[in-house]
Structures are given as C-alpha cells and as structure tokens.
C-alpha cells in the first residue's frame, strides 16, 4: 500500500490534466481517442517561435599525479548534451536532453501559481541539478561523490510560487521519485541514484532576495533494505537525505574587488538506519551518516579571466575513517575564446583521510555551447 498509493494519485493527475475539456464535463471518451487524436496547431500558426534548441560539448585533456606518471595522460569528453525545450503555449513545457535522454520532463501551468512536472524530472534538491560538487570535486568520471553528479530521476513534483516580488521570492517543490536501495549492512551508495520498487518522498524550499542572494533548504525521507538471508531483521532500513545551499553572486556589494566576487556553498547530510552494519555500541538505533560539503569562490576582476578555488570534504561512513575520507581543492582558471567557445584549466589536489596516494589531476577543458 505504501508504494501503491503514490503511483496512483500521480496517474490520476496525469490523467485529469490530459483529458480533453469535455470529457473533464462528463462526455464519455475511449482510451483510443485519447492517444489517437491529433493535437490542434490552428492556434499554433508558427512553431519555430516556440521550440529552442541548445547544446553543450566538451574535450578534456587530463594529466593523473603530475610529474610522476605520464602513462596516466588521456583524453576524455564528458559533456554531450543537446537540449530541446518546446513550448506550444503558456501552459505547457517539455525540456528535455535529447543525445543521452539524461532528462525529460513535462512542465504543466496550473491555477493559483502551480506547476506539475513529470518524467525523469530535475530532482528539486540543491541549487541546481547540474554538478552536485559536495566534496568539492566530482568523482570519475563526474560520477558524484555523495549524490549523482547530474540527478535526474524517474517521478513528479508539484511546484508553488508564494511570493514573487521585486526584492524578494519565495517557491516550494514537493516531488516524488524512485528512490535510493541497497542491501543491509553495506553502507548506502547515493551516487548511483534511484531503483525501482523504491519511493523517496521530498521537498525543497526557495528564498531569493532581489537577484543576488539565493538560500535553498532540501529534504528526502525514503526505507529501503534487501534481505539478506534468514534470521536478518525484517524491518525495513530508513534515509533521511537533508542539505542547505547558499549563494551570493556578483555585485551584492557594490564596492571595488568585493563587487567581482561570487559565493557559493552547501552541505548534504543523510541519516541511515541500518542495524546490521552500524553496532549497537555506536548507536542503539542503528543510525549512521553520510557527509558532503563545499565553499565555492569566484573572482571575476581579470580581463580575460575568472578565478575560482572549491574546497570541500567527504565523510563517506561516520562509523569508520578510510580513505573514502577526503579533504578537496578545486582551482580553476577560466576563459573565454569567443561567444560559443571557452576554455578552462583546472587543478584537482585530493587529500585522503588516512593513506594519503598521488591521486591529483589536472585537466584542460575546451566547451563548446550554443
């Protein structure tokens, strides 16, 4: 029943909102109508006006412990993504990401400032759903430490706007999503993202003032737990998945040097219940956490340049340091050699907790975006 009734009230609002306006009225309709009929463009006189296309493409030369190994040089493309937003008209959006399918969504206007999105959505947890840099860096390749790197996952959310002002908004998102799994005792991989058979339940919360400080407050609670084998408890593991991100851009202080300045930074932390891993002298309860954090600082002074330096840390299992533990800086330098063309240089120095390795990277970058 707990699997059951999300699944259900989603497809009855699907199904609601997609039904023509008169059989919402009560005129009966097949289900051969529904998929056969064809859409109307006598409103749409012009479709190019309402279908953009974009993209993004990279090449990356990267250099592992630099100086010391010159066998672990390769080259590497990372970003393939071709976007495509179509809006027919004010009500409905579909963006998608059309080369890896990495996302697809429907976005639907409804009354009272609601907006309804289904499909393999932008997960609402963060500040945004490209690059969750908690740790710092981005794992191999741009993997994620902690959460996916880009999470995108197979569900639906509603999304309120309550304040929308000059100096200050507010909005909500509540979702629902496959969730995280895994097997008792065997600490929880969320970079991986969600299963089937698993639903995570959310919630973000939005505040902005002006254009220039931006707060977000994240939430996601879902059970999960395989069994073992005979003899193991029966009662279902527990995640509760919370983080605040913050950021302060450009121009908040209208004063030279401060001015050029841009913040970022955020923490996620998930409180697991597994009482086959954790022992009972650690925690009577069986509760474990995950860790992952990061400050981001950009100078945007130069002429031809911004400077940026990340650093962040990882506590991959509170219960136990290992080299899974990480302190991390990001040093960047970027450029840009036309409209649609940049470059950026960048310095990964990785420090384990515990058997410190040359494991450091350097990397050149050249994107292309239109």
């Given amino acids: 029943m707990r699997l059951f009734l999300p699944a259900l009230l989603s497809l009855t609002l699907v199904t609601f909102l997609t039904l023509p306006a008169n059989a919402q009225e009560g005129e009966e309709i097949g289900f051969d109508d529904v998929v056969e009929e064809a859409p109307s463009h006598g409103a749409f006189p012009s479709w190019t006006d309402n279908v953009h296309l974009s993209g993004r493409f990279d090449l990356n030369m990267e250099v592992f412990a630099p100086g010391k190994d010159a066998q672990a040089n390769r080259f590497r493309n990372y970003h393939k993504l071709l ?39 932008w997960v609402p947890f963060g500040a945004t759903p490209f690059h969750h840099y908690y740790g710092a860096i981005q794992g191999d390749p741009f993997t994620g430490l902690l959460l996916p790197n880009v999470w995108a996952e197979y569900g639906a959310s509603v999304s309120k706007n309550w304040v929308n002002g000059d100096k200050m908004t507010f909005d909500t998102d509540v979702y629902v999503i496959r969730g995280f799994e895994g097997q008792k005792g065997q600490v929880l991989n969320l970079s991986g993202g969600g299963s089937d058979n698993v639903f995570a339940y959310g919630s973000r919360a939005h505040l902005a003032y002006g254009t220039k400080i931006g707060l977000w407050g994240s939430v996601l609670y879902n059970q999960y737990g395989e069994m073992d084998g005979p003899g193991v408890d029966d009662e279902e593991n527990q995640l509760l998945l919370w983080g605040v991100d913050l950021l302060l851009d450009y121009g908040l202080l209208d004063v030279p040097f401060l001015k050029d300045l841009k913040f970022r930074g955020a923490f996620a932390r998930a409180e697991i219940q597994d009482k086959v891993l954790v022992d009972p002298d650690f925690n009577s309860e069986g509760w474990y956490y995950r860790y992952g954090d990061y400050v981001e600082l950009t100078y945007r002074g130069l002429k031809y340049a911004h400077l940026r330096g990340r650093y962040g840390t990882i506590i991959d299992f509170d219960d136990t340091v290992s080299n899974k533990d990480s302190h991390n800086w990001d040093l960047a330098l970027l450029t840009r050699l036309g409209p649609n063309l940049s470059l950026m240089f960048q310095y990964q120095l990785n420090m384990e907790e515990v058997n410190e390795y040359d494991n450091d990277l350097f990397r050149t970058m050249m994107v292309f975006e239109f």
């Fill in 83 to 121: 976007f495509l937003k179509v809006t027919p008209d004010d009500r409905f959006t579909l963006d998608a990401e059309i080369v890896d399918l990495s996302y697809y969504e429907l976005r639907t206007q409804l009354p009272y400032s609601l907006a309804f999105t289904a499909g393999k959505i």
